[in-house]
């Protein structure tokens, strides 16, 4: 199997297939797109994309860790951290099945 | 933030779209992801991150309540992983909220 990368070109190409906007409105959309989502993740939001999956901001406390090299114990600052939950839908396309309708549209 | 939502802010900034447009559009940019994973293609998207398949081998299971060992199939996953600037952000006030 090859594994080819999809990247923004290819969904600009998508949008400008869809619908009537030109090339540079589609590249500029799908980067608005993605700009909103980030921006909205930046103000802590979680982000629900039904039939997708859900992202969402958790807060780590400080731990300990360790330099691999060296062995010294150096303490991990607090962070947030993006996780990403897929749905429903997204794993049973993954896995070449028909999303089970029981199952809603998930989050 | 909601699927609606983004849709919302979206056609704020191009008043010249119908909503039922930009509504398209998000959906044809989250189905062409689908599909690219689907495939098992990987998607990246700098500044916000990285979309990848992640193969479970199939295993040996347990039932938990009775016990009894049965067999789990090979398991396809999808995975994200945060770019770079996106990480960057979400900490921009040096220890998050």
């Known amino acids: ?18 619908v009537g906007l030109s090339r540079n409105e589609s590249a500029q959309m799908v980067e608005d797109i993605l700009e909103e989502l980030c921006a909205a993740l930046a103000r802590g939001e979680t982000v629900k994309l039904s039939s997708f999956g859900t992202f969402a901001v958790r807060q780590k406390s ?27 839908v997204l794993k ?6 028909t999303p089970d309708p029981e199952l809603g549209e998930g989050d | 933030m909601i699927k609606s939502e983004l849709v919302a802010r979206l056609t704020a900034r191009y008043p010249h779209l119908y909503h039922r447009d930009v509504e398209r559009i998000v959906s044809t940019v989250l189905d062409q992801i689908t599909k690219a994973l689907a495939e098992g293609h990987r998607v990246e998207l700098r500044g916000f991150g990285a979309f990848s398949v992640k ?6 299971g347990r039932n938990p309540r009775t016990g009894e060992p049965v067999s ?3 398991k396809r996953a999808p995975f994200f992983r945060t770019g770079k600037e996106l990480r960057e952000r979400l900490n921009i006030n040096g220890s998050g909220s």
């Open chain 2, 72 to 74: 789990v199939d090979e």
């Open chain 1, 1 to 18: 199997m090859t594994t080819t990368t999809l990247t923004r070109a290819d969904l600009t190409e998508a949008v400008f297939q869809a």
């Open chain 1, 62 to 88: 400080q731990r300990m860790g360790r330099n691999p090299k060296t062995g010294d114990e150096v303490p991990i600052a607090p962070r947030r951290v993006l996780v990403f939950r897929p749905s429903h």
């Open chain 2, 55 to 60: 193969v479970r081998p199939a295993r040996m």
């Open chain 1, 92 to 97: 049973a396309v993954i896995n070449g099945q």
